[in-house]
């Protein structure tokens, strides 16, 4: 899947999910309603994704551009609530300190793959998830 055939199936007005990974390599869920989306060329990049949207109960408009082919991200129609939790069980529990490890390392598609199980929905697409 482009960006062009992605840019084409969000329609401007209706509430979405986004799960992606910072860039940082964690994961993070953005509820929007979408404002707009094109597909424009970005620094040395010859196509972009730029989507322009709304939080809930906001009036900022903010936006978030995905440029390089390797990114991964995950979109359902509608508000979900994906498990994107960096952290797992604590490891061990001393005196007051609890020590715990992250699920998995940066940019690992676990992440990914967590939150598309956690929610019963088929997401609506995702991108670059093998």
Request: charged share 25%; net charge positive; no cysteine.
């Amino acid at each position: 899947m482009d960006y062009k055939k992605i840019a084409s199936i969000l329609v401007p007005g209706e509430k979405y999910t986004l799960t992606a990974l910072t860039d940082f390599g964690f994961p993070y869920r953005q509820h929007m309603t979408i404002v707009e989306v094109s597909v424009t060329p970005y620094a040395q990049y010859k196509e972009s994704l730029l989507i322009r949207f709304k939080r809930p109960r906001g009036r900022k408009v903010l936006s978030v551009r995905f440029y390089a082919q390797h990114e991964e991200f995950v979109i359902w129609k509608g508000h979900v609530s994906p498990k994107t939790e960096l952290y797992g069980e604590p490891v061990q529990v001393d005196s007051g300190l609890i020590v715990r490890q992250g699920r998995y390392r940066p940019f690992h598609q676990g992440y990914l793959r967590d939150a598309i199980a956690s929610v019963i929905e088929q997401p609506l697409l995702t991108f670059g998830i093998n």
